[in-house]
């Protein structure tokens, strides 16, 4: 259970189209990341998913059935917000009671599950604590508890880990991953973050002014983006690009190359000073000042470059991405 | 504020604010104290002579003073249920967004700004006068019999008036309690299953709590000395009828010219109030930490 289809989806706010009309499939068991800029109309999409917001027009449908008018309890989804949205005034357990509780199941089998909940997380030395006595990543574990004691067909994750330091992050994200595969359940989780897109996902939907530009799984995205945007989107550091006579060399409007595709060295095509360079130890970061403009350059190991040297760089002309006028990839 | 001179000198200049709220407070305390322990009679003046707790035995065993502290505790209760429950539902009411939302705020908040003295003579005269106010006229119009408030019913009527007045207050926090909800919390909920009674039970009211711990706490510290009110109104009758303590002081030291007697109800009313406020902050302060 948890196949969720969207046809012709739209939704105006006012005059303002926030999302044209949009067709979307959603597999079950699959892991599907909404990615795009702030304000492209991810979060809209998904509170639309999840009945929050009413359609203006087009089918939600739901395991085959209509959806769209149904109210958000019934819909048999769960959903974790950016703000994790725990009720202030409830221990840990009664927050992760609280939709069984609205379900009226027996007292005996909400214990149940909600114990099962906490293990499942680690948050059973917790349960009789308040939200407030929480760090953030146990509120987002909390958050989570409430989301799987439903049950539910599948789970929207809204920004869930925006909210979080650097390194509580990356173990969230571990956690959710794993979550999934245990669960197997439907998940679409709206984010801003590529790197959380490319890291979790199993099918990625790049958004733009609500409008779908690429979909599919992470390495598709990486080597055979549709268009400059998502060629732009994926990928860090960012792509190159590339127009002028340089592009017409290829036979485009303008080529694209990503950092990791380039050599450094003593001679090569482009010739370039280098601003800044960030050694990380296993990457070296090179900002090198060319006569197509910054291009960024990323090299495996430590390259000993430093600012204000001359480096000649030559893009693998295998992985050049070639784009039209319009930016569609060529 | 970390170091010692830095401290000190805090200390210093906040001293003369704080010397003069003391002796505001502790001068005519101190005062009020000393003359209900004397025979003081404005009639007899310069025949004051020390009386030890005579004024006290007078003044619990005046036949008034247990119906007024009934009548106070009564008037406090019913004002304060009126108003909270009310604003409750006023808060809600008008945190929908409806067509000229700020301007029905603002009429809302109205009443709270008339003086008592004012509201409670329109209310007498214009609402709830047997012959000529509107109460009246509605009843006849719809063929009964007026019914004259403040006769037969003194002390609700006198709830009603200072409930009107003070509605406003307790809807407009309220009401502020309510739009810092956090709207994801609701969304969350609704997801959950709960449907908008729960949600108003489960997730508003809680969040409410603290907002109306400050409602019931400010509101009975004015409760308890409502004066002007009945003054217009009833003049603390018919009898004792609407009387409430601070009716009984004023009656004792103005109208019976016994100052002694009425300092010695005004010191049994601060030790009331602050019983009251001990319960009050007992039962319900604790929604006030954190």
């Given at each position: 259970m948890g196949q969720i289809e969207l046809k012709g989806v739209t939704k105006r706010f006012g005059d303002v189209e926030v999302i044209p009309p949009l067709d979307l499939q959603i597999n079950e068991g699959e892991f599907v990341v909404f990615v795009g800029p702030s304000g492209c109309g991810k979060s809209t999409l998904l509170r639309l998913i999840a009945g929050l917001e009413d359609t203006t027009g087009g089918r939600i449908e739901i395991d085959g059935k209509d959806a769209t008018d149904l109210r958000p309890a019934q819909r048999r989804l769960a959903m974790v917000f950016q703000s994790y949205a725990l009720y202030p005034h409830m221990s840990v357990r009664k927050n992760i009671a609280f939709p069984l509780k609205m379900a009226k199941l027996s007292q005996a089998e909400i214990d149940k599950k909600v114990e099962g909940a906490a293990k499942v997380l680690n948050l059973s030395s917790y349960l009789d604590r308040r939200p407030g006595q929480l760090s953030g990543g146990q509120r987002q574990r909390v958050a989570i508890g409430r989301a799987i004691v439903r049950e539910p067909a599948a789970f929207l994750f809204d920004e869930p880990l925006s909210n979080l330091d650097a390194a509580l992050r990356v173990n969230m994200r571990l956690e959710i991953s794993e979550l999934h595969n245990s669960l197997k359940t439907t998940m679409i989780y709206v984010t801003h973050d590529q790197v959380e897109a490319m890291t979790m996902a199993d099918k990625i939907v790049v958004l733009q002014a609500g409008r779908i530009e690429q979909v599919g799984t992470p390495l598709e995205l990486y080597r055979t983006p549709k268009n400059r945007f998502v060629a732009g989107f994926i990928g860090s550091p960012k792509m190159n690009f590339i127009g002028g006579t340089e592009a017409q060399k290829h036979g485009a409007h303008e080529i694209g190359i990503r950092p990791e595709h380039i050599t450094v060295g003593t001679s090569g095509d482009w010739q370039g000073r280098v601003t800044v360079s960030e050694h990380l130890g296993s990457d070296t970061y090179l900002h090198v000042q060319t006569d197509h403009g910054i291009i960024n350059v990323r090299s495996a190991g430590n390259v000993d470059v430093h600012h204000g040297d001359t480096v000649w760089l030559t893009p693998e002309t295998a992985n050049i991405h070639k784009f039209d006028a319009n930016g569609s990839a060529v | 504020m970390a170091t010692q001179a830095s401290r000190a000198a805090g200390r210093l200049m906040i001293s003369p604010a704080v010397i003069l709220l003391f002796l505001w407070m502790i001068v005519p305390l101190g005062m009020t104290i000393w003359f209900s322990f004397l025979r003081y009679n404005?009639?007899?003046?310069?025949?004051?002579?020390?009386?030890?707790?005579?004024?006290?035995?007078y003044f619990f065993t005046d036949p008034n003073f247990w119906p007024a502290l009934w009548n106070t505790l009564t008037l406090v209760l019913g004002v304060l249920l009126i108003t909270t429950v009310g604003g409750i539902l006023l808060a809600l009411l008008l945190d929908q967004p409806m067509f000229g939302q700020g301007i029905v705020r603002v009429l809302v908040i109205a009443p709270f700004f008339v003086m008592p003295t004012v509201s409670a003579l329109v209310w007498k005269n214009m609402f709830m006068n047997p012959v000529n106010g509107l109460f009246a006229w509605i009843a006849r119009t719809l063929g009964f019999a007026p019914f004259d408030f403040l006769s037969a019913a003194p002390l609700f009527s006198i709830i009603l008036i200072v409930a009107w007045q003070w509605l406003p207050f307790?809807?407009?926090?309220?009401?502020?309690?309510?739009?810092?909800?956090?709207?994801?919390?609701?969304?969350?909920?609704?997801?959950d299953g709960a449907g908008p009674v729960s949600r108003f039970f489960y997730i508003m009211l809680p969040h409410l709590a603290r907002a109306a711990t400050v409602v019931i706490l400010?509101?009975?510290?004015?409760?308890?000395?409502?004066?002007?009110?009945?003054?217009?109104?009833?003049?603390?009758?018919p009898g004792n009828a609407s009387t409430n303590l601070t009716y009984l002081v004023y009656s004792q030291s103005l109208l019976q010219y016994d100052v002694g007697l009425g300092s010695a109800g005004g010191i049994v009313a601060v030790i009331?109030?602050?019983?009251?406020?001990?319960?009050?902050?007992?039962?319900?302060?604790?929604?006030?930490?954190?």
């Open positions: - | 404005l009639l007899i003046p310069g025949g004051e002579t020390f009386a030890g707790f005579e004024n006290y035995h307790a809807t407009l926090i309220l009401l502020t309690a309510l739009q810092s909800l956090d709207s994801e919390q609701l969304e969350a909920a609704e997801m400010i509101q009975t510290i004015f409760l308890l000395s409502v004066f002007a009110e009945i003054l217009v109104t009833t003049n603390g009758g009331l109030a602050n019983i009251v406020a001990i319960f009050l902050m007992r039962m319900i302060g604790k929604n006030l930490e954190t």
